[in-house]
C-alpha cells in the first residue's frame, strides 16, 4: 500500500510461492483428477493383464512381466487414493448419469475458452506437421559455383507449416511471417546439414 | 596429488585445442539468451541442443552441453530483473528483488549482483562436485543390484515428491508412468518381447531423449504459445558491476546458500527451483533486522542468496549423474543423454571405463563459468533487445529443432513420432496437475531398476528376508531412506496441505 492510500498493482500481487520443483499455470480440480484416476487405473489393470500374459522363460524371479506387473498394482493403488481424495473433495459423481456427462461437460467447458480453442487448433497443426514430414520426400540439389546448395521437404514443410502458425499467433503480415520463417529455418537446417553433417528427416 | 595431475593434463589438453574453448563460448552465449527469453527455460535449452551434439566429437559436445547448461541457469535472472518475468522458473526470488531495486534505477547493480553471485555459485558448486565425487563414487561402488534398485526406486520417488512437493502422488503416478514406458521393448535378461505390439520400432525400446524433447520442448510450445501476453518494457540497465566491497559483506550468505543449492542438486527431482527459493528462505531468516525489512522490497542479499543457490545446483546435479548415473534434474539427464549418444557410460565405474572423463568435466565446468561472467555482462545489452520479441514469435520457431533434435539422435523418424505423442501427453499431464520431471526420469532409470531386481531377487532366491535385512546393510539403509521418502509424502506432506 502506497503511503497515499492507493494501493499500486506491484504491491497488490502476493509474492509467488515454492509449490515444487515443476510450476503450474492452473491448478487441477477434483474432476479431473477423477477423470486421471480412471484413466490411468484401467492402464495399470491393462499392463498387470498384459505383465501376466509375457513368457516365463526362466524362473519367476527373473520374469519379463515381474517389475511390470507390481508397476501396475503400485499405479493401481495410487489411482485408488487419487480417485478416493477427487470424489471426497467434490467430484462429481452424485448419480451416473451426472458421471457418465461430466466427460461431455468438461469436454464443452475446455472447448468454450479460447486459449483452449487456440491450444487444439495448435495442436492439429503440429500433428499435420510431423504427418507431412514424414510421407512426403523430395530432395533438390542447385549447384552453385562454390558448393551444391540442397533443399528438402523438410525445409519446404517447415517453413509453409511455421508461417501459418506465425500468422495465427504472432499475427503479423504474411509477407513478414514468410520471411522470418524462411530465415530462421535456412539458417537451421544449414547448421545441421553443413556445420554438423546431420541428414534432415526426410533424406531416406 | 594424482587429481591435481589429472586435472593440470585436461587444462593443457583444452587449451592446446582452440575448438573445445569456441564450443563452450557458443554454448554459454546460447545458453545465456536462451535463458533470458521468458518462457524459454533451461531443460528446453538442454534438450533441444542435444540433437545439435550429434555430429560434435565427444570431448567439443560435452564441452557445449556444460556451455549451456552454466549459461542458461544464469540467463533467467536478466528478464527476471529488468522487465519481471523470470527467464527460468529459479528466477523468480531474483524478480521478486531485483526488478523491485530496477524500478528505483538500479536494475544494472542488481543484474551485476546477480551476474556475481552466479560466479561465485558455480565455483561453491564445481569445488564441492570436485571434493564430494571421490566419496560418492567409493560408495557406489559398494552397490550391488539389491543397492541399485532401492536407490533407482529411490531417485524416482524422490523426484515424484520434489517435483510436485504439495501433491507427491501425483509426481509418484508420473514417475510410474515413466516406468511403464521404460518396458516397452525387448527384457535386457531373457529378450522377451514386452508391450511392443508386434512393432519392431518398439523392439529397441523408447529412446528417453526423443521423450525429452517432447515433454520439455513441444509440450512448453503447447503451453505457452496459446497464452496471451503483453510485451514487457525493460528496465533501464545503468552501471553494472557492484564493487569488492560490496560484495564481500555477502560471503556468508553466499557460501550457505552454495552449500543449499549443492546439497539440493544432488537430490534427484529437486533442482535451480527448490535450490533458489530454500535459500531464499533460509537467507531471509537469517539476514539482519535491518537487511530483513528490505526483502521483497530489493535487497541485494536476498538476490545474492538465490542466484549463488541455483547456479551452484549444476555441480550439485552432476554429482548423482556422473556418479550413479542418476540426473539431479532434467537438464542434468539432457548432460547425460549427451553423454550417452557419444557413447560415455556414467556411473560408479566411470572413472574405469572413461579415465580422465571426470577431471575435463571438472575443468569444462570451470571455463564455463569464466565465460558465463565475462559474456553475461556484455550479452546484457542485446538481451533488452531480445525481449521486445514476443512469445508468439519465438515459440513456432521453435518446433523445427523438436523434429531435427528427435530425428538426429537415431536417424530414425520413429523418435520424430515419440517426440509428436510425448509432447501431447505432456501437455495434457500438466493441464491435469502432474509434473514431467518424474516421469523422464523414470524413464532413464526403468531398466536399470528392472534388471537389477530381477538379478537381486535371483541371488536371494533361497534366503530369508531377515538375512538378506542383515547381510546388506547398505541396502537395508536405502530400504528404510525409499520406505521413509514414501512415509514422509504420504503422511507429512498431507498434513502440512491440511
Known amino acids: 500500500m502506497a503511503t497515499d492510500g492507493t494501493s499500486r498493482p506491484e504491491d497488490a500481487e502476493p509474492p ?3 509449490t515444487g520443483e515443476e510450476e503450474f499455470d492452473e491448478r487441477s480440480t477434483p474432476n479431473k483428477d477423477l477423470a486421471s484416476a480412471i484413466f490411468l487405473g484401467l492402464l495399470a489393470i491393462a499392463t498387470m493383464v498384459g505383465s501376466v500374459r509375457l513368457d ?13 506387473f507390481i508397476t501396475g498394482l503400485t499405479l493401481l493403488m495410487m489411482t485408488a487414493v487419487l480417485g478416493t481424495r477427487a470424489i471426497r473433495g467434490g467430484a462429481a459423481v452424485g448419480s451416473m448419469a451426472a458421471l457418465v456427462g461430466e466427460p461431455f461437460r468438461t469436454l464443452n467447458a475446455f472447448l468454450s475458452g479460447d486459449k483452449n480453442r487456440r491450444t487444439l487448433l495448435l495442436m492439429a497443426i503440429v500433428i499435420a506437421y510431423v504427418l507431412l514430414v514424414a510421407f512426403i520426400n523430395f530432395d533438390l540439389r542447385l549447384p552453385t559455383p562454390v558448393f551444391v546448395f540442397q533443399i528438402s521437404s523438410y525445409e519446404v514443410i517447415s517453413v509453409i507449416m511455421v508461417t501459418w502458425i506465425l500468422k495465427l499467433f504472432w499475427k503479423a503480415s504474411l509477407l513478414r511471417c514468410f520471411i522470418v520463417t524462411l530465415l530462421t529455418v535456412v539458417a537451421l537446417a544449414s547448421i545441421f546439414r553443413y556445420g554438423f553433417g546431420i541428414l534432415m528427416p526426410e533424406t531416406f | 596429488m594424482e587429481a591435481l595431475l589429472q586435472i593440470q593434463d585436461q587444462l593443457v589438453l583444452i587449451a592446446l585445442n582452440p575448438w573445445l574453448l569456441i564450443a563452450c563460448l557458443a554454448g554459454v552465449t546460447l545458453g545465456i539468451l536462451w535463458g533470458a527469453m521468458p518462457g524459454l527455460s533451461t531443460t528446453m535449452a538442454m534438450t533441444l541442443l542435444i540433437g545439435l551434439t550429434v555430429g560434435m566429437s565427444q570431448s567439443v559436445a560435452i564441452m557445449f552441453m556444460l556451455g549451456v547448461y552454466t549459461g542458461s541457469v544464469f540467463g533467467g535472472a536478466i528478464s527476471a530483473v529488468l522487465i519481471n518475468i523470470p527467464g527460468t522458473p529459479d528466477a523468480v526470488p531474483t524478480m521478486i528483488e531485483g526488478h523491485a531495486l530496477a524500478r528505483r534505477g538500479e536494475g544494472g547493480l542488481a543484474l551485476g549482483t546477480a551476474i556475481s553471485a552466479s560466479f561465485i555459485g558455480n565455483w561453491v558448486g564445481i569445488i564441492l562436485l570436485i571434493a564430494l565425487i571421490p566419496a560418492v563414487l567409493f560408495l557406489a561402488l559398494q552397490f550391488r543390484s539389491w543397492e541399485m534398485f532401492l536407490l533407482s526406486l529411490w531417485g524416482i520417488a524422490i523426484c515424484g515428491s520434489m517435483a510436485s512437493m504439495g501433491d507427491p502422488i501425483k509426481g509418484w503416478i508420473s514417475g510410474w508412468i515413466g516406468l511403464l514406458i521404460s518396458f516397452v521393448g525387448l527384457d535386457a535378461i531373457h529378450g522377451v518381447s514386452r508391450f511392443t505390439f508386434g512393432s519392431f520400432n518398439l523392439d529397441d525400446g523408447i529412446s528417453f531423449i526423443p521423450v525429452l524433447i517432447g515433454l520439455f520442448g513441444l509440450a512448453e510450445i503447447l503451453r505457452v504459445l496459446p497464452q496471451k501476453s503483453p510485451p514487457k518494457i525493460p528496465s533501464k540497465v545503468g552501471r553494472v558491476l557492484p564493487s569488492l566491497d560490496a560484495l564481500i559483506q555477502y560471503i556468508k550468505p553466499s557460501f550457505r546458500s552454495g552449500i543449499i543449492g549443492t546439497v539440493i542438486g544432488a537430490i534427484p527431482g529437486a533442482g535451480a527451483n527448490v535450490a533458489s527459493f530454500f535459500a531464499y ?5 537469517r539476514a539482519s533486522e535491518a537487511e530483513r525489512r528490505k526483502w521483497g522490497k530489493g535487497s541485494y542479499e536476498a538476490i545474492v542468496c538465490a542466484e549463488v543457490a541455483n547456479n551452484a545446483n549444476v555441480g550439485g546435479s552432476l554429482l548423482p549423474t556422473l556418479a550413479l548415473g542418476i540426473p539431479g534434474n532434467a537438464a542434468a539427464a539432457a548432460i547425460l543423454a549427451a553423454l550417452q549418444l557419444k557413447n560415455v557410460v556414467v556411473g560408479p565405474l566411470i572413472q574405469v571405463e572413461n579415465p580422465g572423463l571426470i577431471y575435463f568435466i571438472y575443468i569444462g565446468l570451470i571455463i564455463a563459468n569464466f565465460f558465463m561472467y565475462g559474456m553475461a555482462i556484455a550479452l546484457i545489452k542485446p538481451c533488452v533487445k531480445l525481449f521486445s520479441l ?9 518446433l523445427p529443432i523438436c523434429i531435427l533434435g528427435a530425428f ?4 530414425n523418424f520413429f523418435d520424430v513420432y515419440v517426440m509428436l505423442i510425448s509432447g501431447l501427453v505432456g501437455y495434457v499431464l500438466h493441464r491435469f496437475g502432474f509434473p514431467l520431471a518424474p516421469l523422464v526420469l523414470a524413464v532413464i532409470l526403468g531398466p536399470l531398476a528392472d ?6 531377487l535371483l541371488v536371494f532366491e533361497d534366503t530369508s528376508i531377515l538375512t538378506v535385512l542383515w547381510d546388506r546393510k547398505l541396502g537395508t539403509v536405502l530400504l528404510l531412506i525409499v520406505l521413509y521418502t514414501f512415509y514422509d509424502g504420504i503422511f507429512r506432506r498431507g498434513d502440512r496441505k491440511a
Open chain 2, 281 to 285: 528462505d533460509v537467507g531471509r531468516r
Open chain 1, 16 to 18: 509467488p510461492e515454492l
Open chain 2, 390 to 398: 514476443p512469445k508468439t514469435l519465438l515459440m513456432p520457431l521453435i
Open chain 2, 451 to 456: 534388471e537389477n531386481l530381477r538379478r537381486a
Open chain 1, 56 to 68: 516365463v522363460p526362466g524362473s519367476v524371479f527373473t520374469a519379463p512381466g515381474l517389475l511390470p
Open chain 2, 408 to 411: 538426429a539422435v537415431n536417424l
